[in-house]
């Protein structure tokens, strides 16, 4: 039987650039050779596509061959910009974090291409990556979230004093001020005094045109992992605790005291009520493959709030997905075997539905 060709696709020109490269590292150290075909593909900072060697390491690849993806259907082939040979692949993997990876315009690529992919679609990654939307989304049917007030950049420049003015009035300090469509943590604040939020809100602007301002609760973070099409599994719950005011970029990569406990020390009915919010949330936002859901708990009162989905959330050794699956029985390499499986599955279904019209009489 041949092997499936998987084209793992990672890079990007967002900040998350470094991440994904980390994330492709251990996917690679993972995926069963006796069953794979593997094909690295290298997006540059300039967003250039590369055709890397699965005996390098990921970041290599960046200085391999530039190769492009034609936006026409049936051909699952990856064709060199100057010379050289076409690769063919039967699926793609992309784990390009940030925008141009998760926020849909990637998946647009690879639906005009007509190639299975895993993880969500268009839609799915687009309203998960827009934190500001998901929130109006969830809000509207009933999922709990925390309040907040949106800025836009060109608000901010043009009247920086009213858009701090209009967040105080309707939030209490303190507050959290974030870039909507980035991830990683990167761009955050939290804001513990008036003086603070300005400088917070130009922070964010630096990374995004819309910013969220959003309530701060004394909390702990719990996060639950997703998996499948129609229906969704939720893995056990997992809960992180830092020393750090929140759980930012240092926490994430770069901090060795960061606690990953799972599962997370929860009584039944919690671990019940948040595994199921978390399907409930994953599938409001049209999660298809794979997904996060990161909640807040708040310390006090024991309620959950929905803080973000993550359609793509990271695969370093250390990240919460990968471990959240291992615990609920499906290690890091069944896991891969199952999230490739999802990705052609659904482009079988997809395929099989009509694109012409045709009435009774033809």
Request: hydrophobic letters at 45%.
């Amino acid at each position: 039987m041949p092997k499936l060709r998987v084209g793992l696709l990672f890079g990007g020109r967002s900040v998350e650039h470094e991440v994904s490269l980390t994330s492709a590292a251990s996917i690679l150290r993972a995926l069963d050779p006796s069953r794979y075909e593997l094909s690295l593909i290298a997006i540059a900072p300039d967003g250039s596509w590369h055709l890397g060697a699965p005996s390098l390491p990921p970041e290599a690849s960046v200085r391999g061959r530039e190769v492009s993806l034609p936006a026409a259907p049936g051909a699952y082939t990856l064709v060199p910009v100057s010379e050289g040979e076409p690769a063919s692949v039967d699926v793609i993997f992309p784990i390009v974090h940030g925008r141009g990876g998760e926020d849909g315009s990637l998946q647009g690529l690879l639906e005009l291409a007509g190639v299975p992919y895993v993880g969500a679609g268009v839609l799915g990654s687009a309203v998960q990556m827009d934190k500001e939307v998901a929130k109006r989304l969830l809000r509207a049917e009933g999922v709990p979230v925390v309040p907040w007030v949106p800025v836009r950049a060109a608000e901010l420049a043009a009247d920086p004093e009213g858009c701090a003015a209009r967040a105080l009035d309707a939030l209490d300090l303190p507050l959290f001020v974030k870039p909507a469509n980035l991830g990683s943590s990167v761009g955050i604040s939290r804001v513990a005094a008036r003086a603070e939020l300005l400088p917070a809100l130009r922070l964010a602007a630096r990374y995004d045109t819309k910013i969220l301002v959003e309530s701060a609760v004394d909390a702990r973070e719990i996060e639950v992992a997703l998996l499948g099409n129609h229906p969704i599994e939720a893995s056990v719950p997992g809960e992180i605790r830092t020393a750090r005011a929140f759980y930012d970029y240092e926490a994430k990569y770069v901090d060795e005291d960061t606690e990953l406990l799972i599962p997370a020390p929860l009584s039944d009915a919690q671990t019940r009520e948040v595994r199921e919010l978390a399907v409930r949330a994953g599938t409001l936002l049209e999660t298809e493959g794979l997904g996060r859901v990161d909640f807040l708990m708040d310390r006090a009162s024991g309620a959950f709030f929905v803080n973000e989905v993550n359609s793509l959330p990271g695969f370093t050794e250390g990240s919460m997905f990968p471990k959240l699956w291992e615990a609920s029985g499906l290690p890091y390499p069944a896991l891969l075997d199952r999230l490739i499986e999802l990705a052609l599955e659904r482009h079988r279904t997809r395929q099989a539905l009509e694109t012409r019209y045709e009435t009774d009489g033809s």
